[in-house]
């Protein structure tokens, strides 16, 4: 039209990358609370932790049960610390990484991450977390087909975490994968008993969850 500026038309405004899908905090206690719950099982502690030991699972347990997700990482918090006393039996690799590490005292600067920036030192935190849940879940894959515990439909699972750790990019669909493992281990592992207690019984096998479904 006359008297128009001519200028060409604004190009179109990119499209903002699609932010990272928040956590549940369900998801963050599930990640500590189903992998704890098969560390109590394991041989050294001969199928009866001590009370000490087990209190904090079963509040974990409820809590968790009862949505209360902060209450349920508090009581995770305290096994952790015990997992870290020297008084128990030796917890193999990986779930002894489940305890609290209390590390040297040292100068900062020996600290190999000393010189990486904030998101620097959580992006490789993220991945140690990431890789810790993999190797539990590939330990708990080992456990529980020693004892008995119908795993293998949850193998897929696991398979397509590593895939996705593998390729070195996000790593939300690792967790998307193990998510539903670690719920559907969680259901099938029976709690651990006290001593003196009757063994536990299995809970009944529920159908593996999709990937999709977390």
Known sequence: MPGAPNRPPAPDAPTPPAPSPVTAPGRVALRRLAPMRVALRLDPW???PSRELLLPLERAEA?????????????????AVRFAEPRWPSIPKPFRDLRVSIPAPQPPQWDPEFALTPPEREAKKARRLAELQLALADATLAW?????IATDDLRPLVETARTALAAESTLDPVHDALDPFWEAIRQRVPMPSGPGAAPPTAAPVAPAPSAEQA
Do not use: F, M, P, R
Not at 69 to 74: F, K, L, M, Q, R
């Open 144 to 148: 529980t087909s020693a004892h008995a």
């Open 63 to 79: 809590a968790y049960s009862a949505g209360d997700y902060v209450g349920a990482e508090s009581a995770l918090d305290q096994l």
């Open 46 to 48: 001969k199928n009866a």
